[in-house]
Antibody
């Protein structure tokens, strides 16, 4: 059974850097074709894809946020880390991580973690 | 970026109704599309993958169709637990993009 769980701060100040960790089980990020991605959802708004990292360390980013995002993996710890710099109140959202494999994208998802950006 | 235009944005229906939600892609995406259901305070749950394949454990009243640029999600007979928000997602080319969502409400 594949499970994922997001962790990180619930409150960050404007201009700070956000670091989120996705800890997963039930699969390995060293298996060919496997990836873990991040998606966010501002309160009451639609979903927005952010980034994805593959087993071979191939990384993909949302063009609109690419300059602010970094995604990394620690295969031995079964973790994927997303950092987002220069946080702003508009970045307030629930952040989700999700598993991808082969042609099957974004399933399942973690429960999500709400991050509020406020001074 | 590929734009996903989802319609309608909201829909009011009754238990037992047949409901269809549509997503149009700004360019061809083969069948690289999924449909997700999201209930308040919960993570999205995938219902359909590869445009028309039913996710394991999902009731058969849900079905998907389409290929290329036009896709539909159909719920054949609405049940009380189906009232939620639905999203399409294309993963044909990066960045992956979601539709704006369809909020399905009880009439």
């Amino acid at each position: 059974q594949i499970t994922l769980k997001e962790s990180g701060p619930t409150l960050v100040k404007p201009t700070q850097t956000l670091t989120l960790t996705c800890t997963f089980s039930g699969f390995s990020l060293s298996t060919s074709g496997v990836g873990v991605g991040w998606i966010r959802q501002p309160p009451g708004k639609a979903l927005e894809w952010l980034a994805l990292i593959y087993w071979d360390d191939d990384k993909r980013y949302s063009p609109s946020l690419k300059s602010r995002l970094t995604i990394t993996k620690d295969t031995s710890k079964n973790q994927v880390v997303l950092t987002m710099t220069n946080m702003d109140p508009v970045d307030t959202a629930t952040y989700y991580c999700a598993h991808s494999s082969g042609g099957s994208a974004h399933h399942p998802w973690g429960q999500g973690t709400l991050v509020t950006v406020s001074s | 970026d590929i734009q996903m235009t989802q319609s309608p944005s909201s829909l009011s229906a009754s238990v037992g109704d047949r409901v269809t939600i549509t997503c149009r892609a700004s360019q061809g995406i083969r069948n690289d599309l999924g449909w997700y259901q999201q209930k308040p305070g919960k993570a999205p749950k995938r219902l359909i993958y590869a445009a028309s394949s039913l996710q394991s454990g999902v009731p058969s009243r849900f079905s998907g169709s389409g290929s290329g640029t036009e896709f539909t999600l159909t719920i054949s007979s609405l049940q009380p637990e189906d009232f939620a928000t639905y999203y399409c997602l294309q993963h044909n080319s990066y960045p992956d993009t979601f539709g704006q969502g369809t909020k399905l409400e009880i009439k």
